[in-house]
């Protein structure tokens, strides 16, 4: 979210779909399922913005 606001790059904002658990509300236990952060261009499509 850091590098978001300070790159400001033309998007609509950034998306984790389905959910993983470790993600942020989705904690269970100790476990971290990997998962991408999708930037959402201003025309809907998306591309990789970040990796966890
Ligand atoms: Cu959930």
Partial sequence: ???LL???P???GLVVPAMPVGS???EVGGRKD????L???PDGSTRTYAQY
């Fill in 10 to 12: 033309r998007a609509r």
């Fill in 1 to 3: 979210m850091r590098r």
């Fill in 39 to 41: 930037l959402v261009n």
């Fill in 6 to 8: 300070k790159a400001k």
């Fill in 34 to 37: 990997p998962y991408e952060v």
């Fill in 24 to 26: 942020p509300g989705m």
